[in-house]
């Protein structure tokens, strides 16, 4: 005999756990890109936007996963 175990839409709502993987990737993929090319400006831009070269190197450095 076949068992099933009911579970209703709220406990499990497929929809919705795919979406904030989306929404995670999509996140993990701009922060990426964005310490990319952090990692690539030249001195002048640094000034510009107020961080020294080390500190420009230690955010490009971190894994995209971190904040």
């Not at 890109?33 to 952090?38: D, G, I, N, S, V």
Request: with cysteine; proline share 3%; net charge positive.
């Amino acid at each position: 005999m076949i068992r099933t175990i009911p579970v209703s839409i709220r406990e499990f709502d497929l929809s919705k756990i795919l979406v904030n993987a989306a929404r995670t990737l999509y996140r993990w993929q701009v922060r990426a890109e964005q310490r990319h090319r952090l990692g690539e400006l030249d001195q002048h831009a640094l000034c510009d936007i107020g961080i020294t070269r080390d500190q420009a190197r230690s955010e490009a450095r971190k894994p995209f996963w971190w904040r």
